[in-house]
């Protein structure tokens, strides 16, 4: 089955500490992005990538790293400069053939402070 | 200025009725594609519906429809025939076509509640 696979589900951070999130896909798509959520709230971009080794600062970066060394994988670390991490964060990914083309996302991982 | 707006935060419908729920959106791009993705409790996201800007027709899938107003910036979802696992969050995105732009802008999302 194609798609994308986000893991841990849930994740708890100490203070001070970085944490990495998965996000690997299946479906050949080029693009590869992070959002995060707040409850209550709309998606806001954190980071993308449209080609492997290459990637583009979002809406919210500060405080978040990510790296394309694969197509399959754009994994997201969580650092200790984001102070306020508690969210739920989703991968998606697309093709960047035609503009009609939605974004596919993972089921998310929601990431608390101990 | 935001570049999606969705006013209704909440709206709850009896099942088996029509519900609408309303997106209106800014850009000056001549060039660009709505979206819109329910996310149930679980979180995932779950693309709907799809109207390109050059599109003359309204966007029809299913039980879903478009109601695209260009002139007002208008593309209101319209869900026919309302079921029990319609109750979830609906979100309305857009992406402008400009060069190598393949970002979402998306809203803050209504919650609708199917009531039996």
């Known amino acids: 089955d194609g798609g994308i696979t986000q893991s841990p589900k849930y994740l708890f951070r100490k203070e001070g500490q970085n944490v990495t999130l998965s996000c690997e896909q299946n479906?050949?798509?080029?693009?590869m992005y992070w959002y995060r959520q707040d409850p209550g709230q709309g998606l806001r971009l954190i980071y993308y990538?449209?080609?492997?080794?290459?990637?583009q600062k979002g809406d919210i970066a500060e405080g978040y790293s990510v790296s394309r060394e694969k197509k399959e994988s754009f994994p997201l670390t969580v650092t200790s400069a984001q102070k306020n991490p508690t969210a739920f964060y989703l991968c998606?990914?697309?093709?960047?053939?035609?503009?009609?083309?939605?974004?596919?996302f993972g089921d998310g991982t929601r990431l608390s402070i101990l | 200025a935001q570049k999606i707006t969705q006013t209704q935060p909440g709206m709850f419908v009896q099942e088996k009725e029509a519900v609408t729920l309303d997106c209106t959106y800014d850009?000056?791009?001549?060039?660009?594609?709505l979206f819109w993705y329910k996310q149930p409790s679980s979180g995932e996201m779950i693309f709907l519906i799809y109207?390109?800007?050059?599109?003359?027709q309204n966007a029809t899938e299913g039980r879903y429809s478009l109601n695209f107003q260009k002139a007002r910036k208008s593309a209101n979802l319209v869900i026919s025939a309302s079921q029990l696992g319609d109750s979830a969050m609906y979100f309305c995105a857009m992406r402008e076509m400009s060069f190598g732009n393949e970002k979402l802008t998306f809203g803050t999302g209504t919650r609708l509640t199917i009531i039996p």
């Open positions: 479906l050949n798509h080029d693009a």
């Open positions: 998606a990914s697309s093709t960047l053939t035609g503009g009609n083309q939605p974004q596919h």
């Open positions: 850009t000056s791009d001549q060039s660009y594609g």
């Open positions: 990538s449209q080609i492997v080794n290459d990637f």
């Open positions: 109207q390109g800007s050059y599109d003359e």
